[in-house]
Structure formats: C-alpha cells, structure tokens
C-alpha cells in the first residue's frame, strides 16, 4: 500500500543534541513538506521541496535543515539551534492541486 | 494577517445538533480546498474536498464562495464520534511558483456530548 512512513513516532532528545526525523513516499508525489504542530494550534510550514534537490524555506525555517536527494526521501534536522523544538511534527507529500497526504507524525521532546 | 483563519471553538453540541464550521483564506490565487479532520495526538486525514458547487457526502456537506473567499463545513445529525479537531486547508501558490503549498486554519474543536 502506498503511504507516507515517519520515524521515529517518539523521540527524547537533549538539549544542544541534532536530532534527524525521517519522512518516506511511495506515493509518486513530487512536492513533499515538513510542518510543526503545537498543542491547541494549526500546523506551520518549516520547509518544503517541489523537486528532488530543490527545497526552500517555509514560515518558521529557523533552526531547521532538510535535504531532498530522492523523490522518495524528506528527512528533516532539528537543530541545537532551535530554542523551542518541543513539538509534533508532520510529513506531507502531493501531487497538486491535490489534497496532502500526511504521515503519522514524529513526536519530540526535549529533556 | 493569517492566510486562512478558522474561529478555533470549541463548539460545544448535543448528539443530533447541526454544526456549521466557517473559514476565510485571504489569497485569491489559491487552487484547491479541503476540510481535514484530526484526532487527539494523531495526524489530519482529509474529510473531504471542497468545491464551488458544493458537495455532501452522508452527514456532512461542504462549500465554497470563491467571491467572498469563505469556506464552509456543514454537519448534521452529530454523533459522539464526531468530537475532533476539523481543519480547513487551502492549496496556495508558493512564491516561488510552480507549485502549491497547502495551508492551514488553526483548526475547529468539535466536542459532542450525550
């Protein structure tokens, strides 16, 4: 079955650590996304990638880096230099004008 | 000024009401528009598409006004697992062009009770 896979679905990290989320297609989908999800609100745009080794910043890029060197892969870095990484984050892939497909999320906590 | 602003409740309904659910983008270049639903702690899942001629799809009814850039959510006959988070999603046009990123409201709670 086609979907989109996220690991790891919870994750603890230190502060100062890099932590990396993984996000995989077997959808076909050109165009891939990474939001942050915090409790009580809406999901916000970090990054996104219309083609593979393209990607550019979304609204909240800051303390964050993505690569795209497989139409399959999106894997997202989380930073030491993000002050406030606590959040849930989502993998979303399209081919528009179509509706996103998320995957089940990553879960990160920062101890 | 958000792209796409949702009065966030919660809606508060008996078993049965009729709940209505409205959404304002504010770029007329967007594409495409859908109502997502999402769970406690789980990931949005489409509920469904949403086009100017409206569309129903059992207890549910959807539609869009292009002119007034408003986006609506119809569900009659609520039932207790109806209770969740319903999210308006507009596809808009990246700055760079060439594609569409899907943009969110900050979401709708739905509470339905006995």
């Known amino acids: 079955d086609g979907g989109i896979t996220q690991s790891p679905k919870y994750l603890f990290r230190k502060e100062g650590q890099n932590v990396t989320l993984s996000c995989e297609q077997n959808?076909?989908?050109?165009?891939m996304y990474w939001y942050r999800q915090d409790p009580g609100q809406g999901l916000r745009l970090i990054y996104y990638?219309?083609?593979?080794?393209?990607?550019q910043k979304g609204d909240i890029a800051e303390g964050y880096s993505v690569s795209r060197e497989k139409k399959e892969s999106f894997p997202l870095t989380v930073t030491s230099a993000q002050k406030n990484p606590t959040a849930f984050y989502l993998c979303?892939?399209?081919?528009?004008?179509?509706?996103?497909?998320f995957g089940e999320g990553s879960r990160l906590t920062v101890l | 000024r958000k792209e796409v602003e949702q009065d966030p409740g919660p809606f508060n309904v008996p078993e049965g009401a009729t709940v209505a659910f409205n959404c304002t983008y504010s770029?007329?270049?967007?594409?495409?528009f859908f109502w997502y639903r999402q769970d406690c702690r789980k990931e949005p899942k489409l509920l469904m598409s949403?086009?100017?001629s409206g569309n129903e799809d059992g207890r549910f009814t959807a539609q869009l006004n292009r002119a007034s850039q408003y986006i609506s959510l119809l569900i009659r006959d609520s039932k207790l697992s109806d209770s969740a988070t319903y999210l308006c999603?507009?596809?808009?046009?990246?700055?760079?062009?060439?594609?569409?990123?899907?943009?969110f409201g900050r979401g709708t709670s739905l509470i339905v009770h006995p």
């Open positions: 949403v086009y100017s």
């Open positions: 979303a892939s399209i081919n528009p004008p179509l509706y996103p497909f």
């Open positions: 990638s219309q083609i593979v080794n393209d990607f």
């Open positions: 959808l076909n989908h050109d165009a």
């Open positions: 999603v507009v596809n808009i046009l990246a700055p760079s062009g060439g594609s569409y990123i899907p943009t």
């Open positions: 770029n007329s270049a967007s594409q495409s």
